[in-house]
């Protein structure tokens, strides 16, 4: 029930002066240590690093896959009913492929994760051998702390480094792998080829899950809520299916369907079960239910109260589905009324006139941040299967069909092209998820956005310098051996 909600508030009100000290990177070797002294601080430690992960997660990092990719479009202004890219370095650069190096829109976002890294870096090295824990507790801990340091590597990768089949050996350039805290203006780390990159968060990940016990290592909160042997492995598996390792992502997802006990939804209760507040859905692998605090104090609930919610005509935010996202939707496919049609005034030629928007119901009143879902593991193992070829591709069909028939879609047959079908049920299953971008990343596709887009630049062929953001300037000055991307 989402009134584990109300533990966390409380418990994250308790822990935010050791968070705040955790981000920091460390300049007193004594001071860290004290933070480590204790059990109880150790626990304020990881519950910190969780804290902050799901901070980035469900913060403007959301956006920026459906964003770019062309899943959204926007809602008008509430005062002068204007649509308008909401302004002040928040989206626009981004949205209109001219980010900048010294003002990017999503510096915040590079800054925040490699933070993340630090924390999680800095609770592996300080309960290591940790004298008040036993064997087993310190290895959980620290397969926890190597999954989140694997992941946030992950997206730090995937929106600042080109796509691993960029070039044909990935010898293309990654980005900096901290396995160790570092320092400002101390550490200087370069950034490693895109292969080397995707080695070292292979590294991680496979120490991760076989370092898993069987209790997580804070002693409250739902287990979907963390980094353990399932959610890991399901996070795996969508590492791998971007980084074109296939035969890891076919056995990670495989591991996750076969293993999880977690079933599909069933096609008649789909939009239902996105539609309660109380729960998660029920095939939820990865879930991030932990709230916000803002730096005044104030509590705030991501995702849906930002971005996507609509509550009545004075109070609705600006996020809604494309004319590109909702074409691909046949009448009959139950995800179709996934979207809430809501006409709102709208200013055209100095026209004011009611007009159609349509809000996902995947965000609605207070939920939590789906991170990973069952559905998404079948995508996966389709995919890859049909990538290996040979027996493995033998499911590639099934798994797909699995979910089209799920939606109330006619299988596809043997004669489908089934790269671009599995590619096409990705965007109609896990919109508003935070994927399309990436999906066309490692497709090697165009960027087409035609119904909705008001960007100066609507469009962006492959390849493209601006299929990646540029390093913030502030870590480019602090650090010698960094190279800015290409075209900024």
Avoid at 20 to 39: A, N
Avoid at 87 to 95: F, K, L, M, S
Avoid at 298 to 322: L, M, P
Avoid at 429 to 447: N, W
Wanted: include cysteine.
């Amino acid at each position: 029930m989402r009134n584990r909600i109300i533990l966390l508030v409380i418990l994250l009100f308790s822990l935010r002066s050791c968070s705040e000290f955790l981000v920091v990177e460390p300049d007193s070797q004594v001071s860290i240590t004290e933070q480590f002294s204790t059990v109880e601080k150790v626990h304020q430690a990881v519950n910190g690093m969780y804290y902050s992960f799901e901070k980035l997660l469900a913060g403007k990092f959301y956006l920026y896959a459906d964003l770019v990719g062309g899943n959204f479009a926007f809602a008008p202004d509430i005062n002068d009913n204007i649509i308008e890219v909401p302004p002040g370095r928040y989206i626009e650069q981004v949205y209109e492929f001219r980010d900048l190096e010294k003002e990017s829109d999503y510096a915040a976002v590079y800054a925040d994760a490699y933070s993340i890294i630090n924390e999680a870096n800095l609770v592996i090295e300080h309960v290591t051998d940790h004298p008040l824990f036993t064997a087993e507790q310190v290895d959980q801990i620290i397969a926890e702390a190597l999954a989140c340091r694997a992941y946030v590597h992950y997206l730090v990768a995937i929106m600042y480094a080109q796509n691993y089949n960029y070039t044909s050996d990935a010898s293309h350039l990654g980005i900096v792998y901290n396995t160790a805290t570092v320092t400002a203006g101390e550490d200087y780390p370069e950034r490693l080829s895109m292969a080397e990159t995707w080695r070292l968060m292979q590294e991680d990940m496979q120490m991760a899950l076989s370092m898993f016990g069987p209790d997580q290592a804070l002693p409250y909160g739902p287990s979907y809520s963390y980094f353990n042997r399932l959610t890991t492995a399901a996070v795996y598996a969508r590492m791998a299916l971007q980084m074109n390792d296939w035969e890891t992502a076919y056995r990670m997802a495989d591991s996750v369907i076969v293993h999880s006990g977690v079933t599909l939804m069933e096609g008649d209760d789909y939009v239902a079960e996105w539609e309660k507040a109380e729960d998660p859905v029920s095939e939820i692998i990865f879930e991030l239910s932990a709230p916000r605090t803002s730096d005044d104090g104030s509590v705030t609930f991501s995702v849906a109260n930002a971005y996507f919610g609509y509550v009545d005509k004075e109070n609705y935010k600006k996020f809604t589905a494309s004319g590109d996202l909702l074409e691909l939707y046949d009448s009959v496919d139950v995800r179709s009324r996934m979207f809430m049609e809501i006409l709102l005034p709208t200013a055209v030629n100095e026209v004011v006139s009611d007009q159609p928007y349509y809000y996902t119901r995947k965000f609605q009143d207070d939920p939590g941040v789906p991170l990973i879902r069952l559905s998404e593991m079948y995508l996966v193992r389709s995919e890859a299967g049909a990538r290996m070829g040979g027996t493995e591709s033998a499911g590639a069909l099934s798994d797909l069909n699995t979910i089209r028939i799920r939606a109330g879609l006619a299988p596809a047959g043997d004669d489908a092209d089934l790269l671009e079908e599995i590619f096409l049920e990705r965007r109609r299953e896990l919109a508003f998820e935070s994927m399309l971008f990436y999906d066309i990343a490692r497709y090697q596709k165009d960027i087409e956005r035609d119904k909705g887009c008001i960007s100066a630049v609507c469009n962006l062929s492959y390849p493209s310098d601006y299929y990646v953001l540029p390093i913030p300037e502030s870590s480019v000055s602090l650090n010698e051996n960094m190279i800015q991307n290409e075209g900024y």
